[in-house]
């Protein structure tokens, strides 16, 4: 977990150019608040010797009832992902995020290291429900006997749009719109702990994009 930028992921009030531009990462955290509106509400500490350069910190969040610590990363100063960072000590827990995440997301991808369950391009070829279910539960099986599953989900208003137009996973983010919002939940082990990780990211922003949304904080 040492680098972010594989995660690279509730509205506050802030001032915006265009409010209809705002896009919400994680309950009141918009893409490209500014990193100095951050500091100033939160007592935030620089986590880049555990993280990517630059990454900003929050202890004792709280997610679904769990304790988390939550994670900044900026591009040029402004808000682009959201990770949250907790320990699982039991399977329940790693249940339980997964099911907060889908009430939001619907899930397009999981991964076992090297391997791959690509649910749009299974569910394209595989007719029998009950046969697709157990295909993903061995999948899942088999991982977690690893401790190294990875989950990726879309935001459930453009998973409809995005997975008829395609047929598998790496197809998903060509031609997105910019406020596609997207999820990872891994599960992996730390220093002998199992860690959850969810990110919350925007895969189409860039810093133009930022540059023609600014948001804007009376400081």
Sequence with gaps: MKHLALFTLLTLAIGSTNAAEQIRLYK????GTPKAFLQKSHALED??????QGTLCLQKHSLAGEDAELAFRFLNNRLVSVVLLMPLTDASKVKKMFHALKTQF??????????KFDILEVSANTFNKDEFTK????????AYQKHSIKYTFISKDEFIIQSRKSRKFSDIFIDAPISMRA?????????????GTIS???????????????IVEDF
């Design 28 to 31: 009141q955290y918009l893409v």
């Design 47 to 52: 986590c880049s010797t555990r993280y990517e």
């Design 106 to 115: 619907d899930l397009v991808l999981i991964e076992d290291g090297a391997d």
């Design 135 to 142: 295909m993903i539960a061995d999948f899942e099986n088999e």
């Design 183 to 195: 999820a990872t939940y891994s599960v992996g082990r730390k220093d002998g702990q199992v860690v």
């Design 200 to 214: 919350f990211i925007v895969p189409g922003i860039t810093e133009e994009y930022l540059d023609q949304n600014p």
